[in-house]
């Protein structure tokens, strides 16, 4: 038998990672709906007038994504780490980082590209319209996967640890603090007609200093959980 | 005179070497301190500008100031743990984070006193006010992390993987609130153009920030010298040959 | 050479004497604390290493 290369090693990671997550919809559904009932609570709370509901909406979407990027942290490595499969995958002969992208671009795939593909929905119930959707969208898009490969840091720290899933919340979340500001920032600046292309342009900056820094502090979390 | 450093890089070496240097930043931190304490409080003029209320600088300025070095200074230990796995190293890191947590706080605190008077609020989302509250935070993080792991070395490695990162943050975050601050030009207030200081002031402020250190230095020397006891209690005396030694190791 | 003229001017601090005081008085409550938790902290260490000692003669 070949070695596989590392585009089938990473390709079977990814695909892996899709089946299983098709086999548990239902942990997909819940930071999904979490989203949705969060982001219907502010309005009940803050009252209906849309000008009020226009002027929070950047900053309640982007807090509400954040959560739910937050809450579902815990599937990265968790299931893994449980039966054993993680062990096995540090022992794969390819670079770690780049595995641990591929199992962090799945978790992307089905827990911030809902996300995603919801926000449209979620700024038309706080009144935003045309091009001001569109950047929340791009936004989210470039902002949540900078959101999962921060927090799969965190999520890899804490692998095990009794009471993690608050402790990965206090790690990850003053790591979020610049995603946040740009992305909500790119939304608001959008709103104000001033265009949100700045932070735009700096939130692609986060996404790719992550995607640099994070597989191999991740990668380090992980061999230091599993040793 | 060739000093062999690695020799003391092992805890039971340092341990009688760390206590023999307390006194000394300890003695040096409370003179600095006491003159120091003198000029800022009983020798400086007055601001024009602001009034007595700047006399909270002497103790604001350097407490933010150890705050933000001895993050760095404990990131760094961290990262010489995780390359050369040195336990001392990670012990270090162990032993800074309170005291860098405590000034963080007082810094926070003693800034939310300047700002009362001087821009008529506790708190504005300032970029320094925001760094340095994420920094708090991140302080936080790298402790509980460590208590929350039961095995020692795990817990080392891991509570120093998540000091480095946190290194990183510190600046994106001073930045993008500043970005950040710009865009709601409403609310921000203009902290950068402080007037220029008066020599007899910044000889204070800077007396008072080289007496925090050796304070900080006393301080976390004393702590390490707690965490090695509790962690090598039982290698550490057994190595110790007679009663005289274990007489002057105390 | 001290700036002040008397005793209660030096504690008014020009009106703003409860913040600068309050100030000063936090940190340096602060830094006492600490130094006696680390003793405490000592103390313990080294009355579980004493039972330690005792235990290996």
Not at chain 1, 14 to 30: F, Q
Not at chain 1, 75 to 83: E, G
Request: charge should be positive.
């Amino acid at each position: 038998m070949t070695q596989p290369s590392l585009w089938e090693t990473l390709w079977g990671i990814i695909w892996r990672d899709l089946l299983l997550a098709m086999r548990r919809r239902s942990d997909v559904a819940i930071s999904v709906l979490f989203l949705v009932i969060v982001a219907s609570l502010f309005p009940l709370g803050v009252g209906p007038e849309p000008a009020v509901l226009r002027t929070i909406a950047a900053g309640v979407l982007w807090v509400a994504a954040l959560l739910a990027c937050l809450l579902s942290l815990g599937r990265v490595f968790t299931a893994d780490y449980l039966d054993g499969v993680l062990e096995q995958m540090l022992l794969i002969p390819q670079p770690l980082p780049v595995l641990v992208m591929g199992k962090v671009f799945a978790h992307w795939m089905v827990s911030g590209l809902p996300i995603v593909l919801l926000s449209p929905l979620l700024g038309l119930q706080f009144g935003l319209e045309g091009e001001v959707l569109g950047t929340l969208v791009l936004s989210l898009l470039l902002g949540t996967p900078t959101l999962s490969m921060i927090g799969s840091i965190g999520a890899a720290l804490v692998l095990g640890v009794r009471g993690s899933g608050l402790l990965v919340a206090l790690l990850v979340l003053p790591l979020y603090v610049p995603v946040l500001i740009f992305g909500a920032g790119a939304v608001t600046s959008s709103m104000a007609g001033v265009g949100g292309e700045a932070n735009l342009s700096l939130l692609g900056a986060c996404l790719v200093l992550s995607l640099f820094f994070a597989p191999w502090a991740t990668a380090a979390a992980l061999r230091i959980a599993l040793e | 005179m060739k000093i062999n450093w690695s020799k003391y890089s092992a805890p039971l070496a340092f341990y009688p070497l760390a206590g023999k240097m307390i006194p000394w930043f300890g003695t040096v931190a409370a003179l600095t301190i006491a003159v120091g304490l003198y000029i800022g409080l009983l020798v400086a003029p007055t601001d024009f500008q602001q009034g007595e209320a700047y006399r909270i600088i002497f103790v604001h300025v350097p407490a933010a100031w150890m705050s933000m070095f001895l993050y760095v200074v404990m990131a760094g230990w961290a990262a010489v743990g995780l390359g050369l796995n040195a336990r001392l190293s990670f012990m270090m890191t162990q032993a800074i984070a309170p005291t860098g947590a405590m000034f963080t706080f007082l810094a926070l605190v003693t800034g939310a006193m300047w700002g009362k008077p001087t821009w008529g609020a506790w708190w504005v989302w300032d970029a320094r006010l925001t760094s340095e509250l994420i920094l708090l935070f991140q302080y936080a993080g790298v402790m509980l992390l460590r208590t929350s792991i039961d095995d020692q070395r795990r817990a080392d490695r891991a509570s120093g993987v998540c000091a480095l990162v946190g290194v990183v943050n510190i600046p994106i975050i001073y930045f993008s609130v500043q970005w950040w601050n710009t865009l709601h030009q409403g609310a921000s207030v203009s902290m950068t153009a402080a007037p220029k200081m008066a020599a007899i002031m910044l000889t204070g402020m800077l007396l008072m920030t080289f007496g925090f250190w050796m304070y900080s230095l006393a301080v976390i020397l004393s702590r390490v010298r707690c965490v090695i006891l509790e962690r090598e209690s039982v290698q550490f005396w057994s190595k110790l040959s007679s009663v005289a030694e274990v007489a002057e190791v105390r | 050479m001290v700036y002040w003229k008397s005793v209660s001017e030096f504690l008014a601090m020009g009106g703003y004497g409860l913040y600068v005081w309050t100030s000063f008085i936090i940190t340096a409550l602060s830094m006492v604390w600490e130094i006696l938790a680390l003793w405490r902290r000592r103390v313990a260490a080294l009355a579980e290493s004493r039972g330690i000692t005792r235990s290996l003669e």
